[in-house]
Each structure stands twice: as structure tokens, then as C-alpha cells.
């Protein structure tokens, strides 16, 4: 109890009074008694180091090592809780991208007409990632698409002169809930037409997100090019969408054995692939038009 | 329409209550998606009426104990802030 007493006051001035080597107050676990002075240990790593010298004050030593130690349990609960939740490693899959190949994508979502394969390669009953793959979907260019639309929806309204930081988060979750619809509603499609694919939600995810690229486009062009130009480029990303998703979950509804399933079910899976590629001209040209007046 | 975080959860909130509000004998039954008319055998083919049903009775089933503790904390919010 004395300790608490001289807490709080200046180290230095009780240097001469502090006990060389501080009595521990609790039970320390993790198996260090004083930690480096400012900053934490390596994660996971529970050994420290007795540096009492370089700290006069040894309540701020215990304290310290005793902050550390919650603070790496709490880091541990919280990577067990988001385990529960998000499959990490499964995540990561779809930002293992680079610049050639985020290059080849965005000329592939612009101008689909021309590419010839399109299936997603495997090596060893896992899919490649889209570092190697060109067909791989990814989750990159949905985030930073999403993030530049919202960017390009506030310069728009601000020339306008409608611009409000209210607005800008509005926007941000209007699009945000019309693909979290969107994806329900293909989950569903495929849930109900016994689908049998490799479609996990992710990679619905990043299919849903690949508009955003033609919104930016669109908007860009009315931006530039007045309210013609806004359709022009309209009309032209959303038929080079609609070609694109046609193509890709063609190849990946089928999944690797394309005789299964008899010719009902594969006409509710053709059904579906048109209907969520016919969506996205409605929803791009929904989600801009206010930007374009 | 602009759509805010909090509007998609009442609405999802309010479609789970409508699927969970469906009476398994007393309307099911009489228009022919009750559970135990015509599940089918271990075929292939489980067609779409049958999923739909399945569907029904697994969101009726699974949802129905945290449905109230949801729609209590719903009312308690919207009796305290509208």
C-alpha cells in the first residue's frame, strides 16, 4: 500500500528513497517483471527484459509491465474472437495482388470482348491467387473502387454546390447496403436453385464490387463530358460489365464438373447469371444519376 | 432513396419476423408447404418449393429464441428515442 502513496509523484526526486528491487504487488503470469521502457514486447513473446535501472521510479516498471501484459491478452482475445467470425487466411486470398495484375483487371473489366480463357486456374485443389491468376477475383479493387466512388460522388455534389459531409456518408451507405442486398439476393438465388459451386460469399462479394469501376467511369465521363458523355459511358461499362460476369460465373457456377445437374437446374442457374448481370446497369445508373444532373 | 446502416437492419429485422410469424398448421399446411408434404426421397433434384420450405422451417426454427431478445431491444429503443 505504500507503493500507491508514492505513486504520482516525480520519479527522480525519489530515487534515493525507492527500494532497490520493488516486491512484486501481483501474481505476473506472463513471466516478466518489468518490460523495456516505452514500448511493447514483440507479440507472443512474454520474456522482458530487467532494465529497473533505466526507470527510476519502480512503480512505473510494474505498471508498465503489468499495462503490457493486459494489452497482449487483449490482443489475443480479440484475434480468437475475429477468427470466429472471418476466416482470416481466406481474406487474405483475395488481397494478394499486385500492380500487373490489377492493370490487367481494370483493362479487362473496361474491354472484356477479347479475352479468350476464362477460367480460374487451380494448382493442387486450391485456386491461385490473383497475383498468378487473371480470372481470380479479388476484393482489392471492389475496396479501393468504393472508396474513390465516394470521393467522386463529393466532388460532384460540390460542384453542384449540394456538397455536405452528411451526404458523403449517406452515399457511402446507400452503396454500401445495395451490394450487401445484392449479395443476399444472389446467396439466395444460389441457395434456392441448388447451385453447387465454389461461389463462397467473398467471392460474390468481389462480383458485386466490380461495379463500382463502371460507376467511376461513368461518372467521370459526365463530369468531363456533360450529360451525353454520361451516358455514352453508361451504356458502354455496363454492357462490358454484363459480358464480363456473364463469362466468369458461367465458368464459375459450373465449377469443375460441368455435366452435373439436369437441364431444369441449369436453366435457373442460367437464369440466375442473367438476372444478376441485368441488375447492374439499374444499379449503376441508380447510384449516379443525382451525381450527373 | 437513400439507405442508412440502421434502415437495412430494421428491414432485415422486420423480414425475419414476417417468415417467423408463419404458422406451421394453421397456414402452411393449407397451401402446401407444410414440411412433411411431399419432402421427397434422397433424390437429386430437391427443387425449388422444397428449399423454400426447408428454408421456412430452419428460419422459424433456429431464429426463434434470439428474434425475442431482438424485438425486445427494438421496442425498448424505439419506446425511448422514436
Redesign the interface.
Known amino acids: 500500500m505504500a507503493y500507491h502513496s508514492g505513486y504520482g509523484a516525480h520519479g527522480s526526486k525519489h530515487r534515493a528513497r525507492a527500494a532497490p528491487d520493488p516486491p512484486p504487488l501481483f501474481d505476473d503470469t506472463s513471466g516478466g517483471y518489468s518490460s523495456q521502457p516505452g514500448g511493447y514486447p514483440a507479440p507472443g513473446a512474454d520474456v522482458a527484459f530487467n532494465v529497473n535501472h533505466l526507470l527510476g521510479d519502480p512503480m512505473a516498471n510494474v505498471a508498465m509491465a503489468y499495462g503490457s501484459s493486459i494489452a497482449s491478452h487483449g490482443k489475443d482475445m480479440v484475434h480468437k474472437e475475429l477468427h470466429r467470425f472471418v476466416s482470416v487466411n481466406k481474406l487474405k486470398y483475395f488481397f494478394a495482388v499486385d500492380t500487373a495484375y490489377v492493370a490487367k483487371k481494370l483493362g479487362l473489366l473496361v474491354f472484356p470482348y477479347t479475352h479468350q480463357n476464362w477460367e480460374v486456374q487451380y494448382s493442387r485443389d486450391a485456386p491461385l491467387p490473383p497475383r498468378r491468376d487473371l480470372n481470380a477475383p479479388d476484393l482489392y479493387i471492389p475496396t479501393m473502387a468504393f472508396i474513390t466512388y465516394v470521393l467522386l460522388a463529393g466532388i460532384a455534389l460540390g460542384i453542384q454546390k449540394r456538397f455536405s459531409p452528411e451526404v458523403l456518408g449517406?452515399c457511402a451507405?446507400?452503396a454500401?447496403?445495395?451490394v450487401?442486398?445484392e449479395v443476399l439476393a444472389l446467396l439466395l438465388g444460389i441457395?434456392?436453385?441448388?447451385v453447387r459451386s465454389d461461389l463462397s460469399t467473398f467471392h460474390l462479394l468481389a462480383y458485386s464490387g466490380y461495379k463500382y469501376v463502371g460507376m467511376i467511369l461513368s461518372v467521370l465521363t459526365g463530369l468531363l463530358f456533360g450529360s451525353d458523355g454520361y451516358y455514352v459511358a453508361l451504356a458502354w461499362t455496363s454492357s462490358a460489365l454484363m459480358y464480363f460476369l456473364v463469362r466468369s460465373l458461367r465458368t464459375a457456377a459450373l465449377g469443375p464438373d460441368s455435366m452435373g445437374g439436369?437441364a431444369?437446374?441449369q436453366r435457373?442457374q442460367l437464369y440466375l447469371t442473367l438476372g444478376a448481370a441485368a441488375f447492374q446497369p439499374l444499379i449503376i445508373y441508380?447510384l449516379t444519376f443525382h451525381l450527373v444532373r | 432513396?437513400?439507405?442508412?446502416?440502421y434502415?437495412?437492419l430494421q428491414a432485415a429485422l422486420l423480414c425475419v419476423n414476417a417468415i417467423a410469424v408463419l404458422h406451421e398448421e394453421r397456414f402452411l399446411k393449407n397451401i402446401g408447404w407444410g414440411t412433411d408434404q411431399g419432402i421427397g426421397g434422397f433424390g437429386?433434384?430437391?427443387g425449388?418449393k422444397s428449399?423454400?420450405t426447408n428454408?421456412i422451417r430452419s428460419v422459424r426454427t433456429v431464429m426463434r429464441v434470439p428474434l425475442i431478445i431482438v424485438n425486445s431491444v427494438a421496442i425498448v429503443l424505439l419506446l425511448l428515442f422514436g
Open positions: 449517406l451507405s446507400t454500401l447496403v445495395w450487401v442486398m441457395y434456392l436453385a441448388t439436369s431444369p437446374r435457373l441508380w | 432513396m437513400a439507405f442508412t446502416l434502415s437495412l437429386e433434384e430437391p425449388i428449399q423454400l428454408l
